[in-house]
């Protein structure tokens, strides 16, 4: 098993949704996070004063699929998380040794 772990910009988050929806993916957990890559925030204007904005909006999206489901679940996300501008985000694939479902003890892909 592997998780797919992507921080992409809040507006997109329904794209990405719809996407997996598509695929049959039913579960994901979505975080809202806060973070700089290469853009190193901005500056905006608030009531005339300028102020720099370090850390901007992100949403984290963590999902657990089978083996076999994750090229067709990254490719997803990429195309519908993709706005070709910077601060698009980044998608990390991990690793899953063990999943197992609290309530039922079910392991490996029962679990997810």
Do not use: W
């Not at 850390?55 to 699929?65: A, R, S």
């Not at 980044?90 to 690793?95: P, R, S």
Request: charged share 35%; proline share 3%; aromatic share 6%.
């Amino acid at each position: 098993m592997k998780k797919l772990e992507a921080i992409i910009k809040p507006f997109r988050l329904e794209e990405v949704r719809e996407a997996f929806l598509a695929l049959g993916i039913e579960g994901m957990t979505v975080s809202e996070v806060k973070g700089f890559g290469r853009q190193k925030g901005h500056t905006e204007i608030y009531r005339g004063s300028e102020y720099t904005v370090d850390f901007l909006p992100k949403i984290k999206i963590e999902v657990v699929l089978p083996d076999e489901a994750i090229e067709s679940a990254s490719n997803a996300l990429l195309g519908a998380a993709k706005t070709g501008k910077i601060g698009d985000g980044k998608l990390f694939i991990l690793d899953v040794e063990r999943a197992v479902r609290i309530r039922t003890n079910e392991e490996g892909k029962k679990a997810v």
